[in-house]
């Protein structure tokens, strides 16, 4: 695998284009994170452990309304966890941790310091696989209260998002596809979705699925309503490897304590860089000797303050 973390062929720092898409939109789409050799790479090790795949064929683990246009034809998605906890089949999927094209936009939207929330998955969907419900917002789309754990803000001149949506595409999604799905500019609503809109079956002109190609990255804030639609393609199994990140001292997720020794699982930390080690910090403040990491992916023992 080519190297990826300290690379200074890539910006350090988010660009005034993405700042604006992701405050106008709620989402921004990293272009060519991973090489072809790269994706090819991710998809080998999720061949190896296909076999642990599970199908979310049960009732009470649908994502969708069964009847309704995000349901398909059927069939289930199917989750694969603990790609962090592979040995040697994880090292890339690790590097996303603190990969340098994607440290400066993690900065720009989470703030220095950022963590990692929740245990990475890959989601799969064959042909008529089912989506996901619409779910989501700052306001939260089916009750309308607000959703501080979610939210959105802007304020002089910082972007913040209290958790932060991280797909690595694994296989193309072309126009029409299926599969990620998301209302623009949703991050700012101010009020819940009329009814049906969360399943896809009212004002779905306002629903777009974003056109990527293997090895994007699309960012998105949990505060953009956003859902999967069915997938469509026969000749192609949808892949996609799911991060969610939050601010230093924001927490959503628990898996970050409970496991052997109180933190995450064990096999996680194994070959890790510094810089990658860092994102596996518990939330608490950078000014207190939180390690950090430069804009250029590497590690940096100082703390911003």
């Keep these: 695998m080519s190297a990826v973390n300290g690379d200074s062929s890539f910006p350090t720092e988010m660009s005034e284009d993405e700042r604006y898409l992701f405050d106008l939109n709620g989402y921004v789409i990293v272009r060519g994170v991973l090489t072809p050799e790269q994706v090819e790479e991710a998809n080998a090790m999720i061949d190896k452990h296909e076999s642990e795949m599970i199908q979310r064929s049960d009732a009470a683990l649908r994502n969708a309304v069964k009847g309704t246009k995000l349901y398909g034809s ?34 720009g939207i989470i703030g220095k310091g950022y963590r990692m929330d929740h245990l990475p998955f890959v989601i799969a969907q064959d042909k008529g696989a089912e989506g996901f419900q619409l779910h989501g917002g700052t306001i939260d789309c089916t009750s309308g209260e607000y959703n501080p754990h979610l939210a959105y803000t802007y304020h002089h001149g910082m972007i913040r998002s209290s958790l932060l949506g991280c797909n690595v595409m694994l296989t193309d999604h072309n126009p029409g596809d299926g599969g990620f799905c998301i209302v623009p500019g949703s991050h700012k609503s101010n009020f819940k979705m009329p009814k049906g809109m969360v399943d896809g079956e009212k004002y779905d002109e306002f629903i777009r699925q974003p056109a990527t190609k293997a090895g994007d990255v699309v960012l998105f804030s949990e505060g953009t309503i956003h859902g999967a639609m069915a997938w469509t393609p026969e000749e192609r199994q949808r892949r996609v490897c799911l991060y969610r990140f939050s601010p230093a001292t924001n927490v959503y997720g628990r898996s970050y304590f409970g496991h052997e020794g109180g933190g995450w699982p064990d096999a996680i930390y194994d070959d890790l860089t510094e810089a990658q080690q860092a994102v596996l910090e518990p939330p608490y403040a950078n000014r207190l000797d939180r390690p950090n990491i430069r804009d250029d992916g590497t590690h940096a023992k100082e703390t911003a303050r």
Excluded at 85 to 102: T, V
Aim: no cysteine; aromatic share 8%; proline share 9%.
């Design 74 to 107: 059927g069939p289930g998605r199917k989750d694969l966890g603990q790609v962090l906890e592979w040995g040697a089949d994880s090292k890339l999927f690790k590097s996303i941790l603190a990969h340098p094209r994607l440290v400066p936009l993690f900065h």
